[in-house]
């Protein structure tokens, strides 16, 4: 009886630590999933810019979680040999390793956390050509419903780029013009809400996107925007009142008018603010008064138009 009960302890014992080491983790064995071939990343493009290649690709946000990595692969006169590396949230990498004139093949990969290659992403064959120089001369108008870049023209056979930030040198590698430019000029939207930076780069016209070093940059300040003296002020009095009013400016970036006003003896006091371009004074304390009318602009405010001497006109 004492054999059976300890060979039964000993049973029970096994069983235990058999539970308890299964409990804490221990990876089983490997199944067929655990061996499937990851996501391919895709999308994969290229841009030449002076003494580097920039790649990006697309990756299943979602699908991270099964990589360990993602490998970069690259061929010039040999074949595809590994790079370098990003972790699995990586989608962009630079590749400072390149000669002038060679012709370069790359693609990309995932590796799960077996150590199974995902199929390759697509092949991008990419030239490292001599690129022109930056462009010069970069400016900007503002008109009546646009902003309007230009820069000085260079070879005929170049094209252009425009690039937009939000804040100083934050530039992404996708230009705002859907296509590259044949002139040396474009026209944007404006932005009122807060100051917009912009640069140029030039590039050959190939289907290989090999850009130039990128321009000076130019920031547009809204806030610094100053509209056109109005036109056609004008006025009208009565016994009780004077009308004022005015052309709406052909500026679609005015956002309201100011009258200003000043009786004999006096210096000018802000009458008014208002949108619309009208404006009636019923103040009957003098007689004659000297209006002044101004545009605003986002922050500040155009030149004034004088009405001077402007009188109520007593009923007869």
């Given at each position: 009886m004492i054999r059976r009960s300890w060979s039964r302890s000993l049973?029970?014992?096994?069983?235990?630590?058999?539970?308890?080491?299964?409990?804490c983790g221990k990876k089983g064995a490997p199944t067929l999933k655990t061996y499937d071939k990851p996501v391919a990343p895709s999308g994969l493009t290229a841009i030449h810019r002076e003494d580097r290649i920039y790649?990006?690709?697309?990756?299943?946000?979602?699908?991270?979680?099964?990589?360990?990595?993602?490998?970069?692969?690259?061929?010039?006169?040999?074949?595809?040999?590994?790079?370098?590396?990003?972790?699995?949230?990586?989608?962009?990498?630079?590749?400072?390793?390149?000669?002038?004139?060679?012709?370069?093949?790359?693609?990309?990969?995932a590796l799960n956390h077996r150590g199974v290659f995902s199929p390759d992403s697509n092949t991008i064959l990419i030239t490292a050509s001599r690129v022109p120089s930056?462009?010069?001369?970069?400016?900007?108008?503002?008109t009546e419903t646009a902003l309007a870049l230009k820069w000085q023209p260079q070879d005929t056979a170049l094209r252009y780029n425009v690039y937009r930030a939000t804040a100083p040198g934050q530039y992404t590698m996708f230009p705002v013009n859907p296509s590259p430019l044949a002139s040396p000029s474009f026209t944007d939207a404006l932005s009122l809400d807060k100051p917009v930076y912009y640069t140029v780069r030039c590039l050959t016209d190939s289907a290989a996107r090999s850009e130039s070093s990128a321009s000076a940059e130019i920031v547009v300040d809204p806030g610094a925007f100053v509209p056109r003296p109005l036109q056609g002020v004008r006025s009208i009095a009565s016994e009780a009142r004077v009308f004022l009013s005015w052309d709406?400016?052909?500026?679609?970036?005015?956002?309201?008018?100011?009258?200003?006003?000043?009786?004999?003896?006096?210096?000018?006091?802000?009458?008014?603010?208002?949108?619309?371009?009208?404006y009636i004074d019923q103040d009957?304390?003098?007689?004659?008064?000297?209006?002044?009318?101004?545009?605003?602009?986002?922050?500040?405010?155009s030149a004034g138009v004088e009405l001077p001497g402007v009188r109520l006109q007593p009923r007869e």
């Open positions: 049973v029970y014992m096994l069983f235990s630590i058999t539970l308890l080491t299964a409990a790649l990006q690709w697309t990756f299943p946000k979602d699908k991270e979680i099964t990589v360990k990595q993602i490998a970069i692969l690259r061929a010039a006169e040999t074949d595809f040999e590994k790079i370098a590396d990003t972790d699995a949230a990586g989608r962009s990498y630079v590749d400072a390793g390149i000669q002038t004139d060679v012709q370069y093949r790359y693609k990309v990969a930056a462009p010069q001369g970069l400016s900007f108008t503002v709406l400016p052909a500026e679609s970036w005015v956002t309201g008018f100011r009258v200003y006003r000043r009786t004999s003896g006096q210096e000018y006091t802000l009458a008014v603010e208002t949108q619309i371009p009208a009957p304390s003098s007689s004659e008064r000297t209006y002044r009318v101004h545009a605003l602009g986002p922050r500040l405010e």
